[in-house]
């Protein structure tokens, strides 16, 4: 089945020390977006690729870096964690449909422990 | 600017008992709305969308939702909850754009 594989699905780290989430998918869509969720908040957006274009949120601590190798990947870089940083990391992806919008598909999540 | 209300943030239920969760949204155009469904530790699953043509749309678990239009609301409802729809459901607007607004969410917590 096509789907969103986010690696690992819990990760822990120490405080200050880098981290790197990543995603992969198989639904060969050409925008893959990471969010930050917080535990019994919405899902704030970090930032997205709409193919190579990188659109980075204007509220994204630089903290928070990403990088897409190719279609199929996307990697999300945590340079110094702070205890703040802990929270539930979300991979998506989407293209345009034929209604004119973009459906996103959400991986499993990535659970982040800063300690 | 679009926003996505979600007033209640907590629905509690008996089994099989109906319920309603509420979604309002402002945008100046025409937009297209998303219920997603997250159980605890997982990502979102999409549930049942409104891009255009029938008013009234249905997901496979008995979940439906309809858009009105002159009251900008998007409200889910199901006739007879399940133990197992206890998760958080966020209502979400899109207008032509790739990016989603969500709302703040509204956790379903079922009894039995």
């Known amino acids: 089945d096509a789907m969103v594989i986010q690696n690992p699905r819990y990760q822990v780290t120490q405080f200050g020390k880098p981290v790197t989430l990543s995603c992969s998918q198989t639904?060969?869509?050409?925008?893959m977006y990471w969010y930050q969720q917080k535990s019994s908040q919405a899902p704030k957006l970090l930032f997205h690729?709409?193919?190579?274009?990188?659109?980075n949120e204007a509220d994204t601590p630089d903290n928070f870096q990403s990088r897409r190798p190719n279609t199929s990947f996307c990697f999300l870089d945590i340079r110094s964690p702070g205890l703040g940083d802990a929270a539930m990391y979300l991979c998506?992806?989407?293209?345009?449909?034929?209604?004119?919008?973009?459906?996103?598909?959400f991986g499993p999540g990535t659970r982040l422990t800063v300690t | 600017a679009q926003s996505v209300t979600q007033l209640d943030s907590q629905v509690p239920v008996f089994e099989e008992a109906p319920v309603e969760l509420r979604c309002n949204y402002s945008?100046?155009?025409?937009?297209?709305l998303f219920w997603y469904v997250q159980y605890p530790n997982q990502g979102l699953q999409l549930l049942l969308k409104?891009?255009?043509?029938?008013?009234l749309v249905e997901s496979i678990n008995g979940f439906e939702a309809e858009f009105n239009k002159s009251q900008t609301s998007f409200h889910l409802r199901k006739p007879s909850v399940h133990i197992s729809d206890t998760a958080e459901y966020f209502c979400?607007?899109?207008?032509?754009?790739?990016?989603?607004?969500f709302g703040t969410g509204t956790r379903l917590q079922v009894f039995p």
């Open positions: 998506a992806t989407s293209r345009l449909g034929a209604s004119g919008t973009y459906e996103q598909y």
């Open positions: 639904l060969n869509h050409n925008v």
């Open positions: 690729y709409y193919d190579k274009d990188f659109n």
């Open positions: 945008s100046s155009v025409s937009v297209y």
């Open positions: 409104y891009l255009s043509g029938s008013t």
């Open positions: 979400a607007v899109s207008e032509t754009t790739d990016k989603l607004i």
